[in-house]
């Protein structure tokens, strides 16, 4: 149970701070950004209607770009989340399939949940962005 309970949190870490180094979030909220601006454009009735159409066209090129950025750097963040798993398999230590199995729990899940709450809110106290 130690070694299941240590190849999870392993596991669970390694995805949460490839996530973080990979700046996913930031990513996201500039694909928003991007849309936000996108609508104000077309409900802008100042502007004509072939700027209109570019620039939403353009947006959505970038909105595009920015797809492929989050859902590049988020399989890349479950590559590395699931490669703790996979060393365990291959080392004997715990079979993916039951540490899978045990990281599908919902007491594994809520309480991985409300370590990472407290773990974020903790950070924007000691680390604020603005």
Known sequence: MLALT??????ISFFALTFWLMNITSVVDKAMMVVREAF???ADSHIDENSREHAVQKAAIEVVILSV?????????????FAPVLVADLAGIASHRIVLAFMGRWDVILSAT?????LYAA????WPTS
């Not at 409300?114 to 407290?118: E, H, K, N, P, S």
């Open 114 to 118: 409300i370590l990472a709450i407290i």
């Open 123 to 126: 950070s924007t106290k000691i």
């Open 69 to 81: 950025s989050i859902a590049s750097r988020s399989l890349l963040a479950l590559i590395i989340g």
């Open 40 to 42: 104000k454009t077309i």
């Open 6 to 11: 240590l190849v999870t949190a392993t596991s």
